[in-house]
């Protein structure tokens, strides 16, 4: 894959849908936490699909949070990414996407292969497995984040890698939750 990412052709893409939260910058634990009032109080009126999304969404953010490779210089050094809550007519899409190393996409890939390729009951097991693993290089979590996202969903994750130039890739991940 040596093509590189057009966030333009991504963003005219998903503008066309109900766009309920649309970010792109810097993250910090003050601004997810304003992100979930918002997102709770958008969506009350379905409070057990808002349960899902809201869950979902702070899965996916705290991913973006602790693993993004971009670093906004101008302050604190916060990490960046991109969060998108989308609502269509028969569900919500949570869309995330950060810069990671290339070298880490094999093992991104391989880990949202096995959280897709398992039944409800083996996901329980495998996060229960996880939990009691050591920790991965890098991992604050080894994955239970993914697993979790899928658990709550009960739908597929959805991964779209663009490779950029140098040692960059922008790791798009998404799960939708049916309303």
């Given amino acids: 894959m040596s093509d590189t990412f057009n966030f333009f052709e991504y963003y005219t893409h998903i503008s066309q849908e109900d766009i309920l939260l649309s970010y792109k910058g ?4 003050v601004l997810l936490s304003e992100f979930s009032r918002d997102i709770r109080a958008k969506l009350q009126e379905d409070r057990r699909t808002g349960k899902k999304v809201f869950a979902i969404f702070m899965e996916m953010a705290q991913n ?23 609502n269509t007519e028969t569900h919500y899409k ?5 810069l990671v190393f290339k ?3 094999p093992l991104l890939i391989e880990k949202c292969e096995i959280v897709n ?5 083996a996901l329980r097991e495998y996060k229960r ?4 693993a050591p920790s991965e290089h890098e991992s604050k979590g080894a994955g239970i984040g993914l697993v979790q996202a899928a658990l709550t969903s009960d739908n597929p994750l959805e991964v779209k890698i663009k490779e950029l130039q140098g040692d960059y890739a922008f790791f798009v ?3 939708s939750v049916e309303k």
């Fill in 26 to 29: 810097p993250l910090t634990d």
């Fill in 64 to 86: 973006v949070l602790y693993y993004s490779k971009e670093i906004n210089h101008f302050g604190n050094n916060d990490k960046v990414g991109t969060l998108v809550i989308l």
């Fill in 94 to 98: 949570i869309v995330t996407g950060n």
């Fill in 103 to 105: 070298s880490s996409i």
């Fill in 117 to 121: 390729s398992l039944d409800r009951d």
């Fill in 129 to 132: 497995k996880l939990r009691s």
């Fill in 173 to 175: 991940l998404g799960v």
